[in-house]
């Protein structure tokens, strides 16, 4: 017997064992990593429809098969407490009225409402900068409002910039939203109003996970389904409109309930800043929004 011949036999059956095992081991879950969502002709069907319809990608898609569930939260009530422990510190006028908590102390005033929303108003403004707002960049006014929020317990964890606002050349509002456990919130949303560089008031709507089952995750719709069912919802665009992004988050409308789930949703923003939010599961329009002016340059 040819001792070389019988040698390459042997090789040969065990790297065909070993090719048959390891595809009966890490095939399905190599499959289920590598399964997409959109072909690329997927891809070019849905982007011919936007275009038709004057709806231009300036965004990449993830083509790759996505899994989310739901998220169930109740208003932070964390944010209240500290924010409770200052006014209350400094000896602060306290009052309830209609299941609305109220403190005054000194220039600020801060209405606590029943399901989780706070509103803080300072009178008068306070003052982050003497210098003309339009002349200042936005990463340095960022900073500046960043500071002023942490100084009164108004910067809360997981807390996200997104957008700024603009509603004249002096009047701005900076958009902020939560992330929790890396993962965009968009029903959380801390406001903050500027005017000729001082800050009248700030909004915080809060959330904390209350659950999250990781087991029940089911694939959601791909971000080019959401896309084309937006423009099934609206309608094309009377001019040429491009999507900046598309992001998978969770939103939901605010609830006045201790406890309620918000599903996941593909957000979409225009370049007129507009956004819309896209149930992942059930591919309806969540919330159309108005138009939002330029974003600071």
């Known amino acids: 017997m040819n001792l070389g011949r019988a040698k390459l036999i042997l090789i040969v059956a065990f790297t065909g064992l070993n090719l048959f095992m390891s595809y009966h081991l890490f095939w399905p879950d190599f499959g289920r990593l590598t399964r997409v969502a959109v072909t690329v002709e997927d891809q070019r069907i849905a982007e011919v429809f936007l275009n038709h319809n004057n709806y231009f990608l300036d965004t990449a898609i993830n083509r790759a098969v996505q899994t989310s569930d739901f998220l169930t939260v109740t208003p932070d009530q964390n944010v209240q407490r500290i924010l409770l422990a200052r006014f209350i510190e400094g000896g602060a006028e306290i009052d309830f009225s209609d299941n609305v908590t109220y403190c005054k102390l000194d220039d600020e005033q801060v209405a606590i409402h029943p399901n989780g929303f706070i509103q803080t108003i300072f009178i008068p403004s306070a003052i982050i900068t003497e210098h003309d707002i339009t002349a200042i960049e936005e990463r340095e006014l960022l900073s500046l409002v960043e500071s002023f929020l942490k100084s009164k317990d108004l910067y809360p964890p997981g807390i996200q910039y997104d957008y700024i606002e603009v509603k004249d050349d002096k009047e701005y509002i900076i958009h902020y939203y939560q992330l929790i456990d890396n993962t965009a919130v968009y029903a959380s949303q801390l406001k903050?109003?500027?005017?000729?560089?001082?800050?009248?008031?700030?909004?915080?709507?809060?959330l904390d996970l209350e659950e999250r089952f990781p087991f029940r995750e089911i694939e959601v719709i791909s971000?080019?389904?959401?896309?084309?069912?937006?423009?099934?919802?609206?309608?094309?665009?009377a001019e040429p409109r491009t999507i900046k992004q598309i992001n998978l988050g969770f939103f939901s409308v605010e609830y006045d309930a201790e406890k309620w789930e918000i599903p996941p949703v593909w957000r979409i923003v225009l370049d007129n800043n507009k956004r819309f939010y896209i149930n992942a599961f059930t591919g309806n329009l969540e919330q159309d929004t108005t138009i939002i002016p330029d974003q600071l340059p």
């Not at 971000?223 to 665009?237: D, F, K, Q, R």
């Open 223 to 237: 971000a080019l389904e959401a896309l084309t069912n937006m423009v099934h919802e609206i309608g094309a665009s």
């Open 192 to 206: 903050v109003f500027i005017t000729n560089g001082q800050i009248s008031s700030v909004e915080t709507f809060w």
